[in-house]
């Protein structure tokens, strides 16, 4: 016979904390973690009559000039457009004949711009030369400046005969 002591000691013990309910190591637990189960976590924020949670939702201004378009279809087309690197003249006094690379909106682009494109014709990668950079490369009979193709060359840029191609194309 059995007594209640041997009893109690064979059977599990309940849950007493949330941490309590992780199987112990070795065995299987959940496939998805907590913290990364996004499918759960829109499904619960639906059941509370919220809407799931979008990352066009969150203010993003620009780096340049700080505008924020205020709604998600904006916040969307001005991400795509923060992808686009800006080769412009620096500013600064302790870097005279310098480059930056900049990132601008909509809102603030430079009004001179030239762009540099891939010699693949199905190819839109490429930076956006502004300012006084610009207004050089597009004057007649002009090239590109040296620090314009070095900084091409150290991102896998190539001068070919039929022009720049991009690393994607090279």
Not at 60 to 88: N, T, V, Y
């Amino acid at each position: 016979m059995q007594t209640v002591a041997a009893t109690a000691a064979t059977a599990p013990a309940a849950p007493t904390s949330p941490e309590a309910t992780t199987p112990p190591i070795g065995e299987i637990g959940p496939i998805v973690p907590p913290e990364d189960n996004r499918a759960a976590r829109a499904l619960a924020a639906l059941q509370r009559g919220r809407r799931r949670e979008n990352r066009w939702d969150e203010p993003a201004p620009c780096p340049s000039c700080g505008h924020d378009p205020g709604h998600r279809g904006g916040r969307l087309a001005q991400h795509q457009d923060l992808q686009i690197s800006w080769l412009e003249p620096d500013p600064s006094d302790d870097n005279p004949g310098g480059m930056v690379v900049a990132h601008h909106c909509t809102e603030c682009q430079p009004a001179q711009r030239f762009p540099i494109t891939c010699a693949d014709p199905h190819c839109d990668n490429g930076p956006i030369l502004g300012g006084q950079l610009a207004i050089d490369a597009a004057a007649p009979g002009a090239q590109l400046p040296e620090l314009v193709y070095w900084w091409l060359a150290r991102r896998g840029w190539r001068d070919t005969a039929a022009g720049l191609v991009c690393p994607e194309h090279a």
